[in-house]
């Protein structure tokens, strides 16, 4: 199976150290934002299908686009969201679901504490919600002990607050090392298209990026704590429906195509549909 994808060329899966700086100033942002959006927030928020209706009402139907089975030789895409949940995951989720889609919120512990209630509005929403540390350390730098911290405090703090089970780890950075390997005993899910919205925060740039570099299999890096990237997912959505792309959760994704996550494995894209045809071929074969 590997040898299948080994034509597949290296892709960038961990963030310069430079995010290290921008993302602590635009955490200030982001909490500036919050505080001065929440007393026109409410009423605002009211007039939209709130994302948990819209998750209701796809229950009354037999089945909609979004929970009907994945065909695995259809293209598929996993749209990945970072450092939320924030005031901005409620709009991408609604632009989620109006689309029949699905993607995977790996939420960080110092925002998660902040609105708890914003992980059930993305599991109501049918997507993923995952685990992106208590801190946002860079876990190949720090001990052990505060490593298992880092990992298992947040997902602690996930599964009360309704995400259940054992959840799958985006290090932050994409930074892992042996040891991170060895004491995470959780699948760790990198990505194989960076759309850059952390670094240009501009929509153009960030759809630019994301439709240049995007391919069947693909996990896609974005981050919902910027307006820009609801603006960018807002084209970005339906150009990748037109396109023939299913968005799906990453466990979707893998479980479609065959490939089992394992702990302590490092992971960023599964194979295409039609890799993943040739490899159903060549095992009948042997
Ligand atoms: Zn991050």
Redesign the pocket.
Known sequence: MSEIRSGIEEALDT?PKE?KEV?AADHEQLEAAEAAGKSSESSERHENHPASETGKDSDDHESTAATAPIDPTQKLVALTF??GPSMYTEEILELLTSNDSRATF?M?GYNIEKHPERVKLVLDAGCEVAN?TSG?KDLSDISRSAIESEVYDNERLLNEAGAEGRLLL?P??GLTNDTVKEVVKRPMINWSVDSRDWKTKDAASTVAEVKKNVRDGRVVLM?DIYKSTVEAVKELIPWLKSEGYRLVTVSELYEARGEELKDGHVYRYTYSAEEYEKDITERKKS
């Open positions: 963030l995010y993302l970072d450092d790996f960080v992106h946002h985006r932050p950075y981050h």
